[in-house]
């Protein structure tokens, strides 16, 4: 046990992080916020800090990958974010195009699977296309999920699961004395994560302390991270902290510590 033990300089506290290889969070979720603050602490254009932030994607899903996370779900674009100025609007869509050019090579080197949850029919169509190739030139990779979420809303998810199960109880498909939790499961967009659609470990940047319409549903017994740093000032050892964080946890779903 005791040579599986990783350690880590944290940039906060400077204390050693002490990790348990034995026990990585199966799915981590991280809702990548402070972009904007990011580069306005610096004068520089906010889309400064979206292309910053673009720079710590490719980082922490090298790393994430590299400790034996199945999963990583990154908050893109949210079905709310369209509020914003359409400029800013427009570079974040150029955003996957751009880092999808440069990083699928990366991705089927370390065996990274791209997935994406979210109504992608309304982004661009330069966009729609550079994630479907990405998830296309990944579909044999067996490593870790990639989940982007891309105009991805919790409560819009919700609401279209609703209506496929209704209409599937109206059509005498689907008996409603057999609706349950499952079934509730396998309409979310997160079915396509298998077993690993709850994450264990829900990461958000910049210091707001809320959820923002992500994965409602499957947060229900997530360990919830805050940390202040900006999304592009997140790193390898930030990770690692909040992993280190999560495994002073005791999850008890509910039920009794030891039992
Ligand atoms: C997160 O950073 C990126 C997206 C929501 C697309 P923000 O753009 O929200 O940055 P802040 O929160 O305004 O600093
Ligand atoms: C959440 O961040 C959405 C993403 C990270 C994509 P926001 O910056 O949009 O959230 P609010 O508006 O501060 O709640
Ligand atoms: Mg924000």
């Given at each position: 046990m005791e040579e599986r033990l990783v350690f880590s300089k944290s940039k906060d506290d400077?204390?050693?992080?002490?990790?348990?290889?034995?026990?990585?969070?199966?799915?981590?979720?991280?809702?990548?916020?402070?972009?904007?603050?990011w580069a306005q602490k610096r004068h520089l254009p906010r889309v400064a800090g979206h292309k910053q932030g673009m720079q710590t994607v490719k980082k922490i899903t090298i790393a994430a990958s590299e400790l034996g996370v199945k999963v990583l779900s990154l908050y893109a674009?949210?079905?709310?974010?369209?509020?914003?100025?359409?400029?800013?609007v427009s570079y974040l869509m150029q955003l996957p195009v751009r880092f999808f050019s440069t990083f699928v090579p990366d991705l089927i080197k370390h065996n990274v699977k791209v997935m994406v949850m979210g109504d992608i029919t309304q982004l661009p169509e330069a966009t729609q296309e550079a994630v479907q190739n990405a998830i296309k030139d990944t579909a044999d990779c067996n490593g870790m999920i990639l989940n982007f979420a891309l105009n991805y809303g919790s409560r819009d998810e919700i609401t279209q699961a609703t209506k496929q199960i209704v209409a599937e109880v109206k059509a005498g498909k689907l008996n409603i004395d057999d609706v349950d939790e499952d079934t509730i499961n396998n309409h979310l967009m997160s079915k396509q994560l298998g077993?690993?659609?709850?994450?264990?470990?829900?990461?958000?940047?910049?210091?707001?302390?809320?959820?923002?319409?992500f994965m409602l549903w499957q947060i229900a017994y997530s360990e919830l991270e805050f940390v202040s740093e900006h999304w592009p000032d997140f790193d390898g050892e930030s990770l690692k902290k909040a992993i280190a964080s999560f495994q002073r946890r005791h999850r008890r779903f509910g039920g009794l510590q030891n039992q």
């Open positions: 400077k204390t050693n992080q002490q990790i348990d290889m034995e026990r990585i969070p199966n799915h981590i979720a991280i809702i990548m916020d402070g972009n904007g603050r674009f949210s079905t709310e974010n369209w509020k914003r100025p359409s400029s800013e077993e690993f659609a709850d994450p264990d470990l829900l990461i958000r940047t910049s210091g707001e302390e809320r959820i923002s319409n």
